[in-house]
């Protein structure tokens, strides 16, 4: 059963209909607030609200992650109009502070945030001195396992949202309480490593807390519920994320012993919307089709432009457009071994190609059925490498991946490119100490494309520079040429070391009239 319900639908539609965009106001939906979190009923409801609210950010999620790595690109390059400057914008760090999309995810995300803040403090959890405990009485009366359980994935919530704040726009506001408004004036700027601290406290007690049970014993109705396994996944990667790869290690290892998950057979079979919440994903972002308002956005917004009804029902609007440079990385010969990933990631229709991964037929606009997948096992055994560092071990979870995606053994002969092999143990063509982190960059490239971790991951890995560089390098004739304004390529580099991170929103600096804030450089 998807994470939605009658009451939460009415409810969110009442939160989205009253509240003002400033994410210090109080929304009308939350007045009687304090009488409405007294059961385990109540609050569960409240919660569910919680995981229906993670949609929205995704909006704009893709263009602050795949549309700012060389993984998706605004397809019309010559375009004046305000919508594709924008992306264009994204695309070539060149966004400033009243950027409307950076602000729309800003905001979205402090919803949400505030939200879970709403159940925490039913719960009695509280946040101080770098550590997340029961330490108020509750306002909801309910059973302690209850009680740990609902806390558990409310945590996880917070902590995903606040790991992306942190990654996206350096260090932010935490807020862990709902403040009222004239006191939430006060609170300034944290440092990006109080936000990851934060996001680490959440984590570990949310995986003290949830339930201790592989896939196989999720209830059915469960699926797409924070699990002790996305909470253990999500916090490696925070590790990683702070260099840290020795606590990671373990939470993986423990992950891929005992959670039951495990990769598909099929890479397709893995985002097919007759088998959601399949073993392969830890944690996914539900939609549910229906007119019900709980749609994905995603097939007619990434379908090709003026596809008409050929793709999807509605037509499509081009977006998340695939870059030429990632579309030549899946080795598809006519003869022999290749990468089924692509055929799953990206098609063509007539000279364009689009983003295929989260398309499926829709009744209405915008209203499709397809999660998004937001941790997977192949994720985990990824992260599992990176930990580990190179090795026998980390080579062959690579090839495992390659493997479920149709690589053969290597014949140690020939061009290694002619068709999608396995990485061989020894010779030209293996993964040495020297270039696994390419070699792992790649893996995750052409593995988790238009799942937004390509950022992310050049940065945690230290790539970020040097793959954009090469990507211009590569597009920059075909494509970034054509820009309206110009654009050389000496500036699209330059960029990426004047504003690797986005800006706080305008907004944010302006309606405080308390507290001076410190915009982050470049902007």
């Not at 599992?384 to 149709?406: D, H, L, W």
Request: overall charge negative; hydrophobic content about 40%.
């Amino acid at each position: 059963m998807k994470l939605s319900n009658l009451y939460t639908i009415v409810l969110l539609a009442g939160t989205m209909a009253s509240c003002s965009k400033i994410i210090d106001l109080k929304p009308e939906s939350n007045v009687s607030v304090e009488n409405f979190y007294r059961n385990y009923e109540e609050v569960q409801v409240a919660l569910t609200g919680c995981y229906n609210g993670l949609q929205q950010p995704l909006r704009t999620e893709w263009m602050l992650t795949e549309l700012r790595s060389d993984v998706s690109k605004q397809g019309s390059p010559g375009s004046t109009s305000v919508p594709n400057i924008e992306l264009n914008d994204l695309n070539t760090f060149l966004q400033n502070s009243s950027h409307t999309k950076v602000y729309d995810y800003w905001f979205s995300t402090y919803k949400n945030i505030r939200s879970a803040n709403y159940v925490l403090r039913s719960l009695g959890v509280t946040y101080a001195n770098g550590k997340t405990v029961f330490g108020k009485e509750p306002t909801a009366v309910m059973e302690e396992a209850r009680r740990k359980e609902l806390a558990g994935e409310a945590l996880f919530i917070r902590a995903y949202h606040y790991f992306n704040l942190a990654r996206l726009f350096n260090g932010v506001f935490l807020l862990t309480d709902p403040t009222d408004p004239l006191q939430l004036k006060q609170i300034n700027r944290s440092s990006v490593q109080e936000c990851y601290t934060l996001v680490m406290a959440d984590l570990e007690a949310a995986q003290q807390w949830l339930t201790d049970r592989n896939f196989s014993q999720q209830p059915e109705a469960d699926r797409g519920r924070a699990t002790i396994w996305a909470a253990k996944a999500l916090l490696a990667k925070v590790y990683l994320t702070n260099n840290r790869k020795a606590d990671a290690l373990p939470l993986l290892n423990d992950i891929i012993a005992r959670s039951g998950h495990d990769l598909l057979t099929s890479y397709a079979d893995v985002f097919s919307i007759s088998n959601e919440m399949n073993r392969e994903i830890l944690f996914a972002i539900r939609f549910k089709s229906g007119g019900l308002g709980l749609g994905n956005f995603m097939a007619n917004s990434f379908a090709a432009l003026n596809s008409g009804s050929a793709i999807v029902n509605g037509n499509g609007s081009g977006l998340n457009y695939p870059t030429l440079h990632l579309e030549s990385r899946y080795i598809v010969p006519n003869t022999g071994f290749a990468d089924a990933r692509k055929a799953t990631n990206i098609a063509r229709y007539n000279t364009l190609s689009y983003c295929r991964k989260f398309i499926s037929p829709v009744m209405i606009k915008d209203d499709a059925e397809n999660d998004f997948p937001v941790i997977r096992f192949s994720d985990v055994l990824l992260m599992q490498a990176e930990a580990e560092g190179f090795s026998t071990a980390s080579v062959n979870a690579i090839n495992r991946i390659r493997q479920r995606a149709g690589a053969g053994e290597y014949p140690g002969t020939g061009n290694f490119s002619a068709a999608f092999y396995l990485y061989p143990a020894t010779g030209a063509e293996a993964i040495t100490e020297e270039n696994f982190t390419d070699r792992l960059l790649h893996e995750r490239r052409l593995e988790l494309a238009f799942e937004n971790h390509r950022y992310f991951d050049l940065q945690r890995m230290g790539k970020f520079e040097e793959a954009m560089g090469i990507y211009y390098e590569a597009e920059y004739d075909e494509h970034y040429k054509r820009f309206r304004p110009a654009l050389t390529l000496e500036q699209l580099k330059e960029n990426l070391v004047v504003r690797p991170f986005l800006p706080i929103p305008q907004r944010e600096l302006d309606t405080n009239n308390e507290i001076e804030i410190t915009q982050n450089p470049g902007y």
